[in-house]
């Protein structure tokens, strides 16, 4: 099976790497002497703590294994300087037509999204609806409460 390319920009990136960096060094071994302070207590067979320390010991590597694997089939994206179409990596400011609401987003790869600070993933409805696109354009985008109307006011 293929791996899907995971889309970053540079910052995103160098904050995995940071994550991963951790993981390996700083919870592997916490995770390492939890496991040793279980064993030490005895009788694995119905010890609870060494249960929970495996179990602890499993996410943990398959969380670094989920993040080398991005990292790994990442592509770094840079957004065009001056470029008028919206790309991953493009910084948009639109308008709610209806409510007359002005927002600005930075359009990212899924695994960036942080809707909490204005970093909408390219497969979200709106980012989606957006990619293409440029300033003056108005889009059309379908969500829950239904179809809602966005004006692009700028593109950087």
Known sequence: MANKKTMLTQEGYDKLVEKLDYLKSVRRIEVSERLKAAIALGDLSENSEYDDAKNEQGRLESEISELEAK???????????????????????????????????????STEADPDNNKISDESPLGAALLGKGTGVTVQVHAPAGIIDFEILDVK
Not at 85 to 107: A, C, F, Q
């Open 71 to 109: 990292l790994r089939n990442s592509d770094i994206i840079q957004a065009a300087v001056g470029a008028d179409k919206i790309v991953i990596g493009s910084t948009v400011t639109i308008r709610d037509v209806e409510l007359d609401e002005v927002e600005t987003y930075m359009i990212v790869g």
